[in-house]
């Protein structure tokens, strides 16, 4: 086969700024309190950059506000997010966005 064939149709990642939107969230599975932050009564907010891919799906992420005990709990959950595919002048793109985690106690 010829080699990056089809991958050379793909194009880089565009960040949704401006006009353009973070793509609609069509899938989204609740992260998992970690017990150990449960008993430390830890709380709060972790800030992700995620990068979806032609079809939507979360193909990577990055923290951007950390908070130990919930980092690894509220990535798990956001890589299995699914996002409307984002297409722009007739083809599918990935996007580059950012996503928040919200852990609060019952």
Excluded: C, H
């Excluded at 017990?35 to 990055?62: F, L, S, W």
């Amino acid at each position: 086969g010829v080699l990056g064939g089809v991958l050379g149709e793909v194009e880089a990642p565009i960040r949704a700024v401006g006009q353009i939107k973070p793509p609609k969230l069509i899938k989204e599975v609740r992260p998992i309190y970690p017990e150990i932050a449960r008993q430390a009564r830890v709380e709060g907010v972790v800030i992700i950059e995620a990068v979806t891919d032609i079809y939507g799906r979360v193909a990577n992420v990055k923290i951007l506000r950390s908070i130990p005990l919930l980092d690894q709990s509220a990535v798990d959950a956001v890589r299995q997010w699914v996002y409307e595919p984002m297409i722009i002048n007739g083809r599918p793109r990935g996007v580059i966005f950012t996503v928040t985690v919200t852990f609060r106690l019952k």
